[in-house]
């Protein structure tokens, strides 16, 4: 697609969204407001959680844990579990 046309119709949408708030009684469109700035903060919440995991983790990869054998050493460990479903 030609990047041109894309970037036209996203402007298009976003117009389009704001004629269709522009219309709407002043309670909706506060509560449409209070949605979208509460979906912006969870993005943000989620984008700062997924950046912060993933750098920990390079963290893990490039100052591992070591045993006397010279092994790495996982730092979670898993444990069996039984279940009884009776």
Same mark, same amino acid.
């Given at each position: 697609? &030609?990047?041109?046309?894309?970037?036209?119709?996203? =402007? @298009?949408?976003?117009?389009?969204?704001? @004629?269709?708030?522009? %219309?709407?009684?002043?309670?909706?469109?506060?509560?449409?407001?209070?949605?979208?700035?509460? @979906?912006?903060?969870?993005?943000?919440? %989620?984008?700062?959680? %997924? %950046?912060? #995991? &993933? *750098?920990?983790?390079?963290?893990?990869?490039?100052?591992?844990?070591? /045993? &006397?054998?010279?092994?790495? #050493? /996982?730092?979670? @460990?898993? =444990?069996?579990? /039984?279940?009884? *479903?009776?």
């Amino acid at each position: 697609m &030609n990047k041109e046309f894309a970037k036209k119709l996203i =402007k @298009a949408e976003i117009l389009r969204y704001q @004629a269709i708030k522009e %219309i709407l009684p002043e309670g909706m469109k506060h509560g449409i407001e209070t949605l979208e700035r509460d @979906a912006g903060n969870l993005l943000k919440d %989620i984008a700062m959680e %997924i %950046i912060s #995991e &993933n *750098f920990s983790r390079q963290e893990n990869v490039s100052r591992p844990d070591q /045993d &006397n054998t010279g092994k790495t #050493e /996982d730092k979670k @460990a898993v =444990k069996r579990v /039984d279940v009884d *479903f009776n």
